[in-house]
């Protein structure tokens, strides 16, 4: 019965929806491309700043409606694919590279720092296990929000969240990956409202979490010069 279950087509989305979703991939497309451009010291790299921000957004409105669409076991199966498995593979691949050129092996320095089991053989990888990180996240929300959450308790989590992340990327020292995550959360937790707000026609909240975020960080950044 499972078996079937998991070869059942996907239910039919209607064709606006598919336009939109279509708009939504070419957008996070040219942040992928904006993302390669900045990090290649490319010529006006600088516009590019805001690709990294903007993927993280997309690729939460995308991973709240693939769940929402593909349900639980087509969602988790997808992560593993388009995760974990390219994860495992780059890293076997850096790893082999290291022991070919006698470089300190991945594995022994894991023994020093176990937070970079996180990460993988190098910091280019750290993006792929925050990503699996936005799955767990988006799947603990939309259950949450299914059960009994509302767009006004969302915003109350979110944006002090978003706050203290956002501080603790420009105060703290922080090691891999933990400083690249706090850097990118507040855009995780912005695509959370944006997508729970659209959906259930609250379209002020995205707003009210941004002027929430500039006025807690403003007071943040104040008692940190008091402090």
């Not at 020093?112 to 993006?127: C, D, E, K, Q, Y």
């Not at 925050?130 to 109350?156: C, I, K, N, P, Y």
């Amino acid at each position: 019965m499972s078996s079937v279950a998991l070869s059942d087509p996907i239910p039919p989305v209607p064709s606006a929806s598919l336009a939109f979703l279509a708009t939504l991939e070419l957008q996070r497309f040219l942040c992928a491309f904006g993302i390669v451009w900045y990090h290649m010291q490319a010529p006006y790299r600088e516009l590019f700043h805001v690709a990294l921000p903007l993927f993280v957004v997309l690729a939460v409105y995308l991973s709240v409606i693939s769940l929402q669409r593909g349900g639980e076991r087509r969602f988790w199966r997808a992560r593993v694919q388009r995760i974990i498995l390219p994860w495992v593979a780059w890293s076997a691949f850096y790893i082999a590279v290291e022991m070919l050129r006698g470089e300190p092996n991945y594995l022994s320095l894991v023994l020093h720092n176990p937070l970079l089991i996180l990460v993988g053989p190098t910091i280019t990888l750290w993006f792929l296990p925050f990503l699996f990180l936005v799955s767990l996240v988006v799947a603990g929300t939309d259950l949450w929000m299914r059960r009994d959450g509302d767009v006004e308790q969302l915003l109350m989590v979110a944006v002090p969240a978003a706050a203290g992340s956002y501080w603790v990327y420009n105060h703290a020292a922080l090691p891999d990956p933990l400083m690249q995550w706090s850097s990118v959360i507040p855009s995780l937790l912005y695509g959370l409202v944006v997508v729970y707000s659209r959906d259930r026609g609250r379209r002020w909240a995205p707003l009210l979490f941004l002027g929430g975020l500039v006025l807690m960080t403003t007071a943040l950044q104040s008692l940190s010069g008091v402090l």
